[in-house]
């Protein structure tokens, strides 16, 4: 595996005073040598004004945020990193690498939950290059493998977490966000590795049941609803009537036998626990 490595380059401005001053003085000397007629001399020369003219293409910019990776005839040689104007081996190829954070966010898939439901999701992923020898020599194209790698964690995660929470405490992608978004960064980072990536952050940016099965989904759900209201109206009922019975067995100016205690239970559940307003009775005759 290709690490990166940091190369030792001249600084730019340097460089280009140096060589624009040697390529002025041995164009002089060139045509000076000629005027007196020494034409090895001044062929000498005019090799040199070429050769410097030729190591003014070893200029290149560097911008910040951003590496350039320098290979010489194949083999890679280091990178620089360091923003500005800089001179290296005019035959180094340069090849620029953005070290800027970027984002992805993939498009809407369908796949099955680990109940089996299908469910539309998508996600951002915040990355940035952090070895630009392995985003360049390790990978073919580091942004598409992201890209697509970034697409298969998401489909993974999808099939190891319902979509709702059928039990008190159970991880799901609606209702737990945030371990989700964490298990979804951590498969994310471990398929960029190997190109050189860092994943900044990972999270779900849309999650709904799909079409075909929307419709069915919202009964179920607001059946669950209405279950669970049922339970906690029951339960609350139930400690209402206990109370009510406690309080009038302790009093001394009521007495009921079990007959009636079971009768005004019975009476208590329906109003209580009724989802429509009770008509009241009066009774006017007598107890017996």
Not at 228 to 245: C, H, P, W
């Amino acid at each position: 595996m290709i690490r990166e490595r940091e190369v030792s380059t001249v600084p730019g401005l340097v460089a280009l005073f140096v060589l624009l001053g040697l390529i002025g003085f041995a164009g002089y000397a060139s045509v000076h040598a000629f005027s007196q007629e020494d034409v090895w001399f001044g062929l000498g020369w005019a090799l040199v004004d070429t050769m410097t003219f030729v190591c003014l293409f070893g200029l290149f910019m560097v911008n910040p945020n951003e590496g350039r990776v320098l290979q010489l005839f194949g083999d890679y040689r280091g990178t620089v990193s360091t923003p500005g104007l800089r001179w290296a081996n005019p035959f180094y190829s340069k090849r620029h690498v953005s070290l800027r954070i970027r984002n992805f966010e993939s498009g809407q898939l369908k796949v099955n939950d680990s109940d089996g439901n299908l469910i539309e999701i998508a996600a951002v992923v915040v990355w940035k290059v952090v070895d630009t020898a392995e985003a360049c020599f390790e990978v073919d194209d580091y942004d598409h493998y992201v890209r697509v790698q970034s697409e298969a964690a998401v489909r993974n995660l999808a099939t190891r977490y319902p979509y709702d929470a059928h039990v008190e405490g159970e991880v799901s992608l609606r209702g737990s966000t945030a371990d989700v978004a964490a298990d979804l960064k951590r498969e994310v980072q471990a398929r960029l590795d190997k190109a050189g990536v860092r994943v900044i952050e990972a999270r779900l940016s849309h999650l709904a049941y799909a079409p075909e099965i929307a419709s069915a989904m919202l009964r179920r759900q607001q059946a669950g609803a209405i279950i669970a209201a049922r339970e906690k109206i029951v339960k609350g009922a139930v400690g209402m009537v206990e109370m009510a019975l406690q309080q009038l067995s302790e009093s001394t100016h009521v007495a009921l036998d079990d007959e009636r205690k079971a009768a005004m239970v019975s009476n208590l559940l329906v109003v209580l626990c009724g989802d429509k307003e009770t008509q009241p009775v009066v009774n006017t005759g007598s107890l017996r």
